[in-house]
């Protein structure tokens, strides 16, 4: 959806009308099926296995919630109002922990064939219900873009080292890691893998761009801190 909205833009700037039509039907037909299929009348669905049976939807006892559905449906647009007071309630409670929202829960705790590799991870690693430092920014642009500065400015605290017991994150202090492990793991607040993750640059694009509000867009410089 986002990619279609700015090649939408796009062909609006160099006056291609007929690609423009063309790619406005795909955004229409997309956000539609996702509404259609996606939402669970609680939460977006994560995803379909092949045999067409729903994954993270509030049956499940495992893997019931998982994190990125939720901010890119934000990113994408394709929430109305109530859809997005859920999405965050989801995002800021049941997701929510001490270092920032893990990726998914409940965790795993035995091998689901239809998920695959994340569900024989220990409960509270990585993808199984760890904090993975890479998703929570795309959460916090999803703050921003819903005009949530406080939640943005405690989430970058919350993933930071900077501001959290240097005992119990045994992590460098000045640079973003991967992941945290979450609540189920006995390492729970250890950092893994620093200086190896998409969240520096990601962090760096919503600091400026969106948290101080300071970016380019197609027509023009926008200021508009939130």
Not at 46 to 69: L, M, Q, W, Y
Not at 167 to 183: I, T
């Amino acid at each position: 959806c986002v990619a279609l909205k700015d090649m939408i833009e796009i062909c609006k700037i160099v006056g291609k009308k007929k690609d423009m039509k063309v790619y406005q039907k795909w955004l229409n037909e997309m956000v539609k099926n996702i509404k259609k299929h996606a939402w669970n009348g609680e939460w977006f669905t994560r995803a379909f296995h092949d045999n067409g049976k729903p994954i993270g939807v509030p049956t499940d006892k495992e893997g019931r919630v998982f994190i990125n559905s939720q901010s890119w449906a934000i990113l994408a647009g394709v929430c109305d109002e109530e859809q997005k007071k859920k999405v965050f309630k989801v995002l800021d409670v049941d997701l929510n922990t001490k270092f920032g929202q893990r990726t998914l829960y409940p965790p795993f705790t035995k091998f689901n064939p239809m998920v695959g590799r994340i569900s024989v991870a220990e409960p509270g690693f990585a993808e199984n219900s760890g904090v993975y430092c890479h998703a929570v920014s795309f959460k916090l642009k999803a703050d921003c873009i819903a005009g949530r500065g406080e939640e943005v400015y405690r989430g970058f605290k919350k993933i930071h080292p900077f501001y959290n017991d240097p005992d119990e994150v045994r992590g460098d202090p000045y640079v973003f890691s991967n992941c945290y492990y979450g609540p189920e793991s006995l390492a729970s607040g250890e950092v893994m893998h620093s200086w190896l993750t998409g969240t520096a640059t990601w962090m760096f694009e919503i600091l400026t761009e969106w948290f101080i509000g300071v970016r380019g867009e197609f027509d023009g410089l926008v200021i508009d801190p939130v």
